[in-house]
C-alpha cells in the first residue's frame, strides 16, 4: 500500500518542521473494519505503510502523549493498549459503567492531554470518557457516560442531529500533561469543524469543511488528530473521504476556520479513527 503526496505537502511538513529538524508528524489508521493497525512512518513522504492484523477489531484508536501509549476502543465493551509496531494487543480491563456504551457507527476518540484521559464519542451522540488504570481515584480504568451531544442554542446548526465521527485536543505535547486543552470535533451531518465542550456534549460550529475553498460533503469514516510540538502550537491532520470518492485522503487542517488542505491522496477506502505522534528521523 503506498501514499501518493502533493507537491503541497512537502511544503506544509517542511512548515511545520519540529526545532530541531528531526523528529516528523508518523500516523496510525485501522483498515479492514478495524482488524488491521495502518502505521505510516512520516506523514509527509511518500513510502510503504506497515500493516499489523489485529486479534480483535478496535473501532477507534488515539494516541496517549503523557505515556507514548497507542489506545484502541471497541464497542463491544473493550479498551486495549496495542503495540503499534507489531499489533499486539493488551486487554486494559476496562469496567464500563452502564449506559456507557456506543452503537453502530463512528467513533471519535483522543486523550485530553489535561487530565490524561481520553473521550469516546459516538456518531449515534454517545460521549464517554475512559480513565486509565493510572488515573487514580474511583474513575481509574473505567468508562463513564456524560452529555449527549447536541448543538448550542442560537448555533447556526441548532435542532441538528449531529454525527460526530472524529474529535481531537489541542496541547497534544509529548511525555507531560498540558495546562490546558480545546475539543474540535467533524461531524459528517453537517460537514463542519465543530468545538465540543467536554462532559456538556455541547456542540458549537467553527465552519465547514472545505477544500480549495469549496464545502465538501463528509462521509463519517476517518479520522482527525493534533499534535504539538509545544503548548500552544498544534497541527492539526485528518484522514476524510469524501461522498462520492472512491479513495480517502491525507489533510491538515485550519482549526480557525475549517480548511482543509490534500497532503497526500491515499489508495484506499474504508479508513477507521486516525492518530498522530512525533516520529523520529
Do not use: W
Not at 58 to 63: G, L, R, S, T
Not at 132 to 156: C, I, L, M, Q, S
Not at 191 to 203: F, H, I, Q, R, Y
Not at 212 to 228: C, E, K
Request: include cysteine; hydrophobic fraction near 45%.
Amino acid at each position: 500500500m503506498f501514499i501518493r503526496t502533493t507537491c503541497a505537502a512537502t511544503a506544509l511538513l517542511a512548515t511545520a518542521a519540529f526545532a530541531d529538524g528531526h523528529v516528523h508528524p508518523m500516523g496510525y489508521a485501522l483498515a479492514n473494519d478495524g482488524m488491521t493497525l495502518l502505521t505510516m512512518e512520516h506523514l509527509g513522504k511518500p513510502s510503504d505503510i506497515a500493516s499489523f492484523d489485529l486479534a480483535e477489531p478496535v473501532h477507534a484508536i488515539a494516541y496517549r502523549p503523557v505515556t507514548g501509549d497507542l489506545l484502541g476502543f471497541s464497542r463491544a465493551g473493550k479498551v486495549f493498549v496495542i503495540d503499534a509496531s507489531t499489533g499486539e494487543m493488551t486487554d486494559t480491563g476496562a469496567a464500563f459503567d452502564d449506559g456507557a456504551e456506543i452503537g453502530a457507527g463512528a467513533v471519535a476518540f483522543d486523550f485530553n492531554n489535561k487530565i490524561d484521559a481520553v473521550r469516546a464519542v459516538g456518531s449515534d451522540g454517545a460521549n464517554l470518557v475512559y480513565f486509565p488504570a493510572d488515573f487514580g481515584g474511583d474513575k481509574a480504568n473505567t468508562v463513564k457516560r456524560f452529555t449527549d451531544t447536541f448543538y448550542a442554542e442560537g448555533d447556526a446548526n441548532a435542532g441538528k442531529t449531529p454525527s460526530i465521527f472524529a474529535n481531537a485536543y489541542t496541547n497534544a505535547i509529548a511525555g507531560a500533561k498540558a495546562s490546558g486543552t480545546y475539543q474540535y470535533a467533524l461531524d459528517a451531518q453537517t460537514d463542519a469543524l465543530v468545538s465540543l465542550a467536554n462532559n456538556a456534549g455541547e456542540l458549537k460550529t467553527i465552519g465547514p469543511i472545505t477544500v480549495d475553498g469549496t464545502a465538501v460533503d463528509l462521509m463519517g469514516a476517518g479520522g482527525f488528530d493534533i499534535i504539538s510540538p509545544e503548548e500552544g502550537t498544534d497541527m492539526a491532520y485528518a484522514l476524510l473521504q469524501m461522498e462520492g470518492a472512491d479513495v480517502s485522503g491525507l489533510y491538515s487542517i485550519d482549526l480557525a476556520t475549517g480548511a482543509a488542505t490534500q497532503m497526500a491522496e491515499l489508495g484506499v477506502t474504508g479508513l477507521m479513527g486516525f492518530a498522530v505522534s512525533m516520529g523520529g528521523e
